[in-house]
C-alpha cells in the first residue's frame, strides 16, 4: 500500500454536441457532428486529502463503430450510456489503489458493461470494444490528472516503484519484473512537438479552390492557406483505399503544395491513412510503387502508413511484411488489447498507433511494451479538443513517438477549445510545424483546469455584457 494510492468519491461526466466547422471524411465516412464528454473526478488519498482530476474525449462513434447497419443515434446513445456505467463501476470499485491498477481490475467489468449495453439497446451488432475504450477514456484520463493533483505531483512522475503498489510484470509478463512505466517516460516534457496536420478527404488544397461556401471565421479553409499560416511540414493525407488513381493523384497534389507553400522546410513528413478501406496490403503496395516511380523524393518523405486494412486481425490474417519492407505500417483501429499488439507483431505490422482515446491506463502498458522491445509507436488523433487534446500532447511531450502527435480540432472544432485556448495558446494555434508545452505545468497533467474555468466565466460575463 501507498500513502498516494486514490479512493473515487465522486464522477461527473457532462456531454456535449459539437459541430465541425466543415465536414471531416476519413474513410468511408464523413463526421458532421459529434458528441464530447468532459468528466470530473473527486479522489481522497490515503491520507484524507482530496482533489478534482478532468479528462475529456470525443465520442467518435463514426470511428469507433462505423457499422453503417446501426443508426448513428443509437450508437451515439450507447456509448454516453457505457460512460455513465463505467462511472458508477469506478464509484463502486471503493478501495485505495493506483490508477493503472484501478483500470485493470476494473476492465473485464468494462467489457461487460459494452455487452450490457448493446443488448439493452437492442444493437443489431454488438458494440465493439473500440467504442467501449473511447467511452471510458474520459473517466480514465481523469482519475490520473486527479491522482497527480491530490499528491502534488506531475502525473507522469508517479508510475515509479515509489507510487506504484505492482510493477508491469502484472500485466506484461515475466519479463517486466521490477519494471515499472516511468522507465520509458521522459523526465519533462519536451518544449515542443512536430504536428501532423490532417489533410482530410474533403479538404480543398489550394486558395483558388475557396469559395463563398468556406467557413468565413478568419481561419484557413484550405491545406495551402493552413501551411502558410502554421509553418506546416508534417502532413497526414486521408486516403479512399479503393480507386488507385485518385489516391495517387491526392497525394502527389498535397506533396507538391506542400513544398510549394512551405519553401523554408528543410523536408515534409508525410503519412497516409485509408482507415482501413484496403481490401488486402497488395493494394497499398501498388500504390507505394506508383509514387516511387513518379516521384523519388515523394516517396523518400513518406514516413510510416497507417492501418490500411480492416480491423479485425483474426477475420483477416494478412502478412504485412512485403508492405512494411516498403514503409513502415502501424496498426491503429485493431488495437484495443496486449493480444492485439502481439498477434500484429506476429503478422509482420511495423509497429502501433497509441491512442489516448483507448484510455491512458492502457496507452501506458502499450508504450512501456513498445519502448522495452524496440517496437516504433505514432501518436495519432481523435480530432482531439480542449481537455483531450492538451492530454494527448502532454502524453506526447513525455513519451518517444516516431515524430511528434497528429492534432487537428484546430482545424474542424476549434469553437469546442476557445477556453482551453486562451491558457495554452501554444497548444491550439501551431507554430512553425509544432505544438509548443511550455503551458503545461503544475500538478497531474498540467491543465490548470482552475485557470481554464476562470477563463470560462470571463468569457461569459463579457458575452452577456
Excluded at 90 to 119: Q, W
Amino acid at each position: 500500500m501507498k500513502p498516494t494510492d486514490v479512493r473515487i468519491i465522486e464522477v461527473v461526466p457532462r456531454f456535449s454536441l459539437e459541430v465541425p466547422r466543415a465536414p471531416l471524411k476519413f474513410g468511408a465516412v464523413v463526421m458532421k457532428e459529434t458528441t464530447y464528454c468532459h468528466t470530473r473526478v473527486k479522489v481522497e488519498n490515503r491520507k484524507g486529502e482530496t482533489a478534482w482530476g478532468d479528462g475529456g474525449m470525443f465520442l467518435s462513434a463514426v470511428w469507433a463503430f462505423p457499422d453503417p447497419d446501426v443508426e448513428l443515434g443509437l450508437k451515439d446513445k450507447a456509448m454516453r450510456a457505457v460512460v455513465e456505467r463505467f462511472a458508477k463501476a469506478v464509484l463502486n470499485y471503493g478501495r485505495f489503489a493506483h490508477p493503472i491498477e484501478i483500470f485493470m481490475e476494473l476492465e473485464p467489468e468494462l467489457r461487460k458493461i459494452g455487452d450490457e449495453v448493446s443488448e439493452e439497446f437492442a444493437l443489431p451488432k454488438k458494440l465493439p470494444y473500440l467504442a467501449v475504450l473511447v467511452s471510458a477514456s474520459p473517466i480514465d484520463c481523469a482519475i490520473h490528472d486527479a491522482f497527480g493533483k491530490v499528491n502534488r505531483i506531475c502525473t507522469y512522475d508517479g508510475y515509479t516503484e515509489e507510487f506504484m503498489n505492482l510493477d508491469l510484470s502484472c500485466w506484461l509478463g515475466e519479463r517486466y519484473k521490477g519494471k515499472h512505466p516511468g522507465m520509458y517516460l521522459r523526465k519533462t516534457y519536451l518544449k515542443s512537438v512536430p504536428v501532423f496536420h490532417l489533410v482530410g478527404g474533403l479538404d480543398k488544397l489550394t486558395e483558388s479552390e475557396v469559395d463563398e461556401s468556406d467557413p468565413q471565421d478568419g481561419l484557413p479553409n484550405s491545406l495551402e492557406g493552413w501551411i502558410k499560416r502554421d509553418g506546416l511540414f508534417c502532413l497526414k493525407v486521408k486516403l479512399k483505399g479503393n480507386d488507385l488513381d485518385w489516391d495517387l493523384e491526392r497525394f502527389l497534389a498535397v506533396y507538391k503544395i506542400a513544398h510549394l507553400a512551405n519553401r523554408k522546410a528543410r523536408r515534409f513528413y508525410f503519412s497516409l491513412d485509408t482507415n482501413e478501406q484496403c481490401e488486402s496490403p497488395e493494394y497499398m503496395i501498388e500504390l507505394l510503387n506508383k509514387i516511387k516511380e513518379r516521384e523519388q523524393r515523394a516517396f523518400d518523405e513518406l514516413l510510416f502508413i497507417e492501418q490500411p486494412t480492416e480491423r479485425d486481425l483474426e477475420r483477416h490474417k494478412f502478412d504485412m511484411r512485403k508492405l512494411a519492407n516498403l514503409k513502415p505500417v502501424f496498426i491503429d483501429e485493431s488495437l484495443t488489447s496486449l493480444e492485439d499488439f502481439q498477434r500484429a507483431m506476429q503478422y509482420g505490422w511495423s509497429g502501433i498507433a497509441v491512442k489516448t482515446c483507448k484510455c491512458h491506463s492502457k496507452a501506458l502498458l502499450f508504450i512501456s511494451k513498445a519502448r522495452e522491445e524496440g517496437i516504433p509507436y505514432v501518436i495519432p488523433d481523435l480530432t482531439n479538443p480542449a481537455i483531450a487534446l492538451l492530454h494527448s500532447a502532454g502524453f506526447a511531450g513525455r513519451t518517444y513517438p516516431l515524430k511528434g502527435l497528429e492534432a487537428n480540432s484546430c482545424q474542424y472544432f476549434p469553437k469546442t477549445s476557445v477556453n482551453e485556448a486562451r491558457v495554452h495558446p501554444g497548444i491550439f494555434r501551431r507554430i512553425n510545424g509544432k505544438l509548443h508545452l511550455e503551458s503545461l505545468r503544475g500538478a497531474g497533467f498540467g491543465f490548470r483546469i482552475e485557470e481554464i474555468y476562470e477563463e470560462m466565466r470571463i468569457w461569459e460575463q463579457k458575452s452577456t455584457s
